[in-house]
């Protein structure tokens, strides 16, 4: 396991926007946003869990890096479980499905152009962090000049 360096390749992902990406949905109306939330609701998401932060990696890959990455080990499953869920309400509210399956990851940082980074990733020291899980969140993302601003739309609380 590795732990983060303080000072990361690329732009780091402030803190406040840290988050998994369950369905990314792109551009949506009023109309599909709602019967979404209705689907949401509809879902039986379970109980609140912990996950364990074990690794560092890169999309789309370590030697041409634009995504580095926190990976989940312990609580994957739960994560891929919602990551279902979330997929079958958005096919049910009229979204194609999505193409790529669902990594469990935090994106801890972005480069804007692609770059090399097997040496940060070899260099790293182990990590151990374990976060509880307790929404499912319906985010919108707003893109600015500095990094993207989230705002909650409905939130899903795990019992």
Do not use: C
């Amino acid at each position: 396991m590795r732990q983060i360096p303080a000072t990361l390749p690329g732009r780091a992902t402030p803190a406040e926007n840290w988050h998994f990406t369950l369905r990314f949905l792109g551009s949506t109306d009023a109309a599909h946003r709602d019967r979404l939330i209705d689907a949401l609701r509809a879902k039986r998401f379970g109980s609140a869990f912990e996950i364990e932060f074990d690794s560092l990696g890169a999309f789309p890959n370590p030697r041409r890096a634009r995504v580095l990455w926190v990976g989940v080990g312990n609580g994957h499953e739960k994560l891929e479980s919602l990551a279902q869920k979330a997929e079958a309400a958005a096919i049910e509210s009229g979204y194609e499905a999505e193409a790529r399956k669902f990594t469990a990851h935090l994106t801890i940082s972005r480069m804007k152009e692609a770059q090399p980074v097997t040496d940060f990733l070899t260099k790293a020291r182990s990590i151990h962090a374990v976060m509880r899980v307790s929404d499912v969140v319906l985010f919108k993302s707003e893109p600015g000049s500095g990094h993207s601003r989230y705002t909650v739309v409905a939130a899903f609380p795990l019992k």
